[in-house]
């Protein structure tokens, strides 16, 4: 309201309210709003406490009003927060219903030993539903396909809708809220009837997680990688990737109506790709790098493993030691197997934990990483789409330039990592 009024396209003179605790929640807000107001010729006036911005006192007060209704809220917040929290710790939500629940008719009632009961109970008609959404899925059905068979029901859901129902814990007896997540704890399980087990929840989310649920049909973005890199050679401009029938195209939308098949751009890419060979001088700054990010990503693993190996020295030293303490006469034959064995479990337990860790070799990584920058076009065939024009992007600088009569791309500026192998330089219509 305190923006509405401030806003020079509205004429006012006055706001006036109940209660001045209409603006608890925004305390520093509304103090400089008041000020604001004041300044412009519109004062505020609190009906309950009798008071107006229109004097200096008025607004002295009216600040006063503002702290104490803002203490008042805090304090109120502080209950409902303990409220709830109890609440939950005894298993019973503190939400409204989700679907597939209603209501209970039991709800805030005490079971005999003064503990809530349930405050939610299953809705005859739409809980075997929801139910019958989770076997679905079970099943290895999409979201899609669940949805349609939801509608023969008369429960019409959305595909995002249906998502988010699946992945609500609640349904498996699980209670989790910001609240019990604040006080440390992850969840707590409900008194309320549950519509799945626990584990069939938990094969789901792994379900709705993976792969197996994504819908087959390739889009637009799988099909039509290079768009918003290929550009038109006529005005330059960035060509438009579409799919008619399933043919991938791009297309000029700036007037030069150049419309050329995917095909060509897609085979004359990697035609490009494999054209190219890695300058030997960023050689030895890839391995440095790699080193780089190397360290930063197995620094702990690697102190991990040399604690333990050195650990493990000392176990086999000790073993030495005491085979010697033991033919010196210093320790008996029980002492000695005693420590000996207590010794080899140790032993055994440090090799499991040190074969637990795994860290590549650097120099494998070496190996492996210039054998893809080494040959671009398999690198590009490896990755994801997002992934094949942010590596285009980074090798080819202002796009590619496409010429349909040709065939070929035109003016290519490559980046100083890459160049064209030396048979292919005299090529006249590509410039490195």
């Known amino acids: ?85 109890a609440k939950l710790q005894q298993g019973v939500t503190a939400s409204k219903p989700p679907l597939g ?24 008609e739409k809980a075997p539903l ?16 669940v949805t349609d068979e939801l ?31 604040d006080a ?16 069939e929840f938990e094969r ?10 994504k819908r087959n049909k390739k889009t637009n973005e799988d099909e039509i990688p290079m768009n918003g890199i290929i550009k038109c050679f006529k005005c330059h401009k960035n060509l438009t990737g579409y799919i008619t029938k399933g043919i991938a195209y791009y297309k000029c939308n700036h007037g030069c109506k150049l419309n050329i098949s995917g095909k ?54 000790r073993l030495e030691n005491l085979l010697l303490s033991k033919l010196d006469g210093d ?10 064995k207590e010794t080899e479990t140790k032993i055994d337990t440090l090799k499991s934990d040190m074969n637990g860790i795994k860290v590549p070799k650097v120099n494998n990584l070496h190996e492996k990483v210039m054998s893809l920058l080494k040959n671009p076009s398999l690198l590009y065939e490896k990755l994801q789409t997002y992934e094949k024009k942010t590596f285009l992007k980074t090798i080819i600088n202002d796009g590619l330039t496409y010429d349909k009569e040709k065939k070929s791309f035109e003016n290519i500026m490559f980046n100083e990592m890459y160049r064209l192998q030396p048979q292919l330089l005299p090529t006249p219509s590509i410039a490195a």
Do not use: W
Not at 157 to 178: H, N, T, W
Not at 331 to 340: A, L, N, V
């Open 151 to 181: 509608s023969h029901f008369g429960l019409m859901l959305s595909r995002k809708y249906l998502g988010e129902i699946l992945r609500k814990p609640i349904y498996c007896g699980k209670l989790v809220d910001k609240t019990l997540l």
């Open 331 to 340: 320790i008996d034959e029980s002492t000695y197997r005693k420590i000996k």
């Open 130 to 145: 929801i139910q019958k959404a989770f076997k679905l899925i079970l099943q290895k059905k999409t979201l899609t396909e």
């Open 264 to 317: 060509h751009i897609h085979d004359s890419s990697l035609q490009l790709l494999g054209s190219l060979e890695l300058n030997n001088s960023f050689t030895k700054v890839i391995r440095e790098f790699i080193d780089v990010k190397y360290n930063e990503r197995y620094a702990d693993l690697i102190q991990q493993h040399s604690i333990k190996e050195n650990g493990l020295a000392r176990l086999q030293v």
């Open 1 to 85: 309201m305190m923006k509405k009024l401030s806003d020079k396209r509205n004429s006012y003179d006055a706001l006036i309210v109940l209660s001045a605790s209409r603006f608890s929640r925004y305390l520093p807000v509304a103090s400089n709003k008041l000020m604001e107001l004041k300044g412009k010729g519109i004062y505020l006036h609190v009906v309950r406490e009798k008071l107006s911005s229109e004097s200096d006192t008025g607004v002295m007060r009216l600040f006063q009003e503002f702290l104490k209704a803002n203490e008042e809220n805090q304090e109120r917040k502080e209950i409902t927060i303990i409220s709830r929290l």
């Open 101 to 124: 629940y209603i209501t209970s008719s039991q709800k805030g009632k005490l079971d005999v030993n003064n503990q809530l009961l349930p405050s939610i109970e299953l809705c005859p």
């Open 204 to 213: 789901v989310q792994k379900l709705l997680n993976g792969k197996s649920l």
């Open 184 to 199: 440390g704890i992850p969840y707590v399980m409900g008194k309320h009837e549950k519509i799945v087990s626990v584990s």
